[in-house]
């Protein structure tokens, strides 16, 4: 897919892990989602408790092994958080390129930054709040941005 405001395509993404449970795979499928509730109650993020099942325990693919994405399992044991991971970290950029601001009024690439990072979160909403993720009448204040990382 073509970037959105260079005018550039894009580089291809990684390969996806096979679609199979390889047989000398190490855990079961009710093994991997006791791992994942632990990590989830633990603060991990679904991308942290993927990485962390890919590096540390041999799980190339939870969906593979469960028939479930991290993200629905954490879902059924009410361990998500209020906002999207995604959303989460273009808040936290949105906050460093604030705070970088303040003492740097005349950067000039960073307001342009600033006006993108801001514009990809409204329309990241837009489209939570058409799939119900998010309530219909979310918006994003400015003001008080480090209450939504908490």
């Given amino acids: 897919m073509a970037r959105m405001y260079s005018r550039r395509k894009g580089k291809s993404g990684s390969k996806t892990p096979p679609k199979r449970v390889p047989s000398w795979a190490p855990y ?19 991308s942290e408790i993927g990485l962390i ?3 540390s325990y041999g799980i190339n693919s939870v969906k593979a092994l469960t028939g479930k994405k991290v993200n629905t399992l954490l879902k059924e044991h009410g361990i998500t958080k209020t906002l999207p991971e995604d959303m989460l970290a273009l808040i936290k950029k949105l906050i460093s390129i604030k705070t970088h601001l303040e003492q740097n009024k005349q950067d000039q690439t960073a ?25 219909s009448d979310w918006v994003l204040n400015l003001d008080r941005l480090k209450i939504y990382l908490e």
């Fill in 28 to 46: 079961k499928s009710k093994e991997v989602e006791k791992l994942i509730q632990k990590m989830g109650k633990a603060g991990k993020s679904a």
């Fill in 53 to 55: 099942l890919r590096d």
């Fill in 111 to 135: 307001k342009r930054g600033h006006i993108l990072t801001s514009s990809r979160i409204r329309r990241l909403a837009k489209y939570y709040q058409r799939s119900k993720v998010l309530e």
